[in-house]
């Protein structure tokens, strides 16, 4: 079974600091990783993805996430928020390899980012 | 080259009704998965079809939901005879093939059963 785990409902920062939002995950084999936002009344957008290589990826809006084999977490960072970042952020995992499809979500982290 | 279109956007059903709910893939896209989204959790896998065959159901609930992804049109979601519990958002997503490391997301349907 694989499951993600997203151990804050809310995080809150002050824009222009870092952003830190967190995500550890439990797949059988190696895994592929994605963030996801969703602003209010919209749709899921992509930000990003981990498939395999470099363990840090960047993605849209200037976000960024690492993955971290060992302690099995995929981290979403921003060096400087925005008022606009505000938004409800979801870590996904699925097992790697073309057999896989299906998605396991977080239960989501609500970001607030305060001017 | 839109993007993965569901509608209706909103949907009120009273209890007992049917809901019908629709998805158009990306262009070139033929594999669908549907997933729920109840609030305050996030999204449940519930289905997976491609043209005219479903694939795997086995986050569908037992009774009064079903799905199919005809050779022409779009797939539909359809739950018969509505319950309150049956309030959520249901995405849609779209993959070029199975497995492909990127599904696109719809903007979802919000229903709301009263």
């Known amino acids: 079974a694989q499951s993600v785990a997203q151990p804050e409902d809310q995080v809150n920062v002050a824009e222009g600091n870092p952003l830190t939002v967190k995500c550890t995950y439990s797949?059988?084999?190696?895994?592929?990783l994605f963030w996801y936002v969703q602003y209010p009344n919209r749709g899921l957008q992509f930000l990003l993805k981990?498939?395999?290589?470099?363990?840090l990826v960047k993605g849209s809006y200037g976000f960024e996430a690492e993955f971290n084999k060992s302690q099995t977490s995929f981290h979403l960072k921003k060096p400087s928020a925005l008022v606009s970042d505000s938004a409800l952020y979801f870590c996904a995992v699925r097992a790697a390899g073309s057999n896989d499809y299906k998605l396991s979500f977080g239960a989501g982290t609500t970001v607030t980012v305060r001017a | 080259n839109a993007g993965v279109m569901q509608n209706p956007r909103h949907l009120v059903r009273r209890r007992g009704q049917e809901a019908r709910l629709r998805c158009s893939p990306m262009k070139g896209h033929s594999h669908v998965y549907w997933y729920r989204q109840l609030p305050e959790e996030g999204l449940k896998f519930m289905v997976y079809l491609q043209k005219e065959n479903i694939i795997d159901e086995s986050g569908m609930p037992k009774e009064r939901f079903s799905a199919e992804f005809p050779k022409e049109g779009p797939s539909i979601l359809r739950i018969q005879q509505v319950v309150r519990g049956d309030s959520a958002a249901y995405f849609c997503?779209?993959?070029?093939?199975?497995?492909?490391?990127?599904?696109?997301f719809g903007q979802g349907t919000r229903l709301t059963v009263v």
């Open positions: 797949v059988s084999g190696n895994p592929y």
């Open positions: 997503a779209s993959s070029i093939r199975q497995g492909g490391t990127e599904a696109f």
């Open positions: 981990y498939i395999t290589g470099d363990n």
